[in-house]
């Protein structure tokens, strides 16, 4: 089966080929990133707007790229949600439409689930049950798998996402958005001893998570020093990642003793920072994560997670369906 994959859940547009038998045939992205940037964060109205203008060139560009045509598509996948409803309506459109027109089935994706079973593209050796840690810009979750759509959420957030939290830290540090990316640059020249924040509920048993506390105690340091020099900002750039980081390992090793389960899967935007690549290498060596092209938003996760479950059998009524909230474990185990 060649599915077709259609990401339009924030600030990404991304259109992918992923094939049952061969792979990961192509992908194309564009990210909204400049457009976005001037305003610290995303504005939801714009980021809608650019997808419908993005989206058609795109899947022609992909077409076009891999040499293949609409008409070989067997299933189209989207992502219906949790993300901004605007935006996952565009997406959701198009797949949709095209589905119908070309006589083949759709299937709506779960954002969060897509963004799991990115690191097992192309894995053929890990089976489950293991354990996965989701860190992105709007969820920070720790799963049990037991299989695709098979999920028990252990531990999340109580407040910010980790991602969200490396957003707002680089707006107060005057750094680019996203934050990840920017705060891991200035952190490479920090002086890692400098300063120390708080890894929030590592002093109290259980895998929930918060960063708000972190988030303030950042804040308060970067007003007892200001105005901030280069240094400055490296410094309390180094100690957040430092926390963030570490905090995540804790919960990652928690995970590991509290399920036996050492197999671990690492994914969302988070997943990229090299920082806690190379510290879970070090604590929890069975981790899987996926290529840093694949840890942000993008359609290859889409067509790879819809594909698992059109090859099931599973397949969408006519009516265009999203959710901006959308809890993982109300998924549906797979069939077949």
Not at 30 to 57: C, F, M, N, T
Not at 120 to 138: K, M
Not at 263 to 291: S, W
Request: charge should be negative; charged fraction near 25%.
């Amino acid at each position: 089966m060649l599915i077709l994959g259609i990401e339009t859940s924030c600030d990404e547009t991304g259109v992918a080929l992923y094939d049952t038998d061969a792979g990961l045939v192509a992908e194309s992205l564009y990210s909204q990133v400049d457009l976005h940037a001037r305003y610290g964060g995303v504005v939801p109205e714009l980021a809608s707007r650019d997808h419908i203008q993005k989206i058609s060139p795109l899947l022609t560009e992909l077409l076009d790229r891999a040499e293949r045509r609409l008409a070989d598509l067997d299933g189209v996948a989207f992502t219906a949600g949790p993300g901004l409803v605007g935006a996952l309506l565009v997406g959701a459109t198009v797949g949709r439409s095209l589905a119908y027109g070309l006589g083949i089935p759709a299937i709506g994706v779960h954002h969060m689930e897509a963004h799991l079973l990115a690191p097992l593209i192309g894995v053929d050796d890990l089976e489950p049950p293991f354990a996965a840690l989701l860190v992105s810009g709007g969820h920070s979750q720790i799963v049990r798998v037991d299989g695709v759509g098979r999920y028990t959420m252990l531990g999340e957030s109580l407040d910010d996402a980790a991602g969200e939290a490396f957003d707002k830290t680089a707006k107060m540090l005057g750094l680019s958005y996203p934050g990840g990316p920017a705060i891991a640059r200035a952190a490479e020249s920090g002086n890692p001893g400098r300063f120390r924040f708080p890894r929030p509920m590592t002093d109290r048993p259980g895998l929930d998570m918060s960063f708000s506390g972190l988030k303030t105690s950042t804040l308060n340091t970067v007003r007892e020093h200001s105005p901030l020099d280069e240094q400055d900002t490296a410094d309390i750039a180094r100690a957040f990642e430092d926390a963030v980081v570490e905090t995540l390992v804790i919960k990652c090793k928690r995970t590991v003793a509290a399920t036996g389960l050492e197999d671990f899967v690492i994914a969302g935007g988070v997943a990229a920072n090299r920082r806690l690549r190379a510290r879970l290498a070090e604590e929890l060596p069975r981790t899987i994560y996926a290529p840093p092209a694949l840890c942000t938003d993008n359609g290859a996760m889409i067509a790879y997670a819809g594909a698992l479950r059109l090859a099931a059998g599973e397949r969408d009524d006519l009516a265009i369906k999203t959710r901006a909230r959308w809890p993982m474990d109300e998924l549906d185990g797979l069939v077949g």
